[in-house]
């Protein structure tokens, strides 16, 4: 389990898509784009 892996919210970042781990909820995005952001 890592940035590779696609059913982890880490892989799915890295990976640009969205799943049951990661939602395109527009207002708990928020914080996680923020995050995004700095790194």
């Known amino acids: 389990m890592g940035k590779g892996d696609p059913r982890t919210r880490r892989g799915k970042i890295y990976q640009g898509s969205f799943g049951k781990s990661r939602t395109k909820d ?8 923020a995050q995004a952001a700095k790194r």
Do not use: D, G, M, Q
């Not at 527009?26 to 784009?33: H, V």
């Open 26 to 33: 527009p207002a708990k995005r928020k914080k996680k784009a």
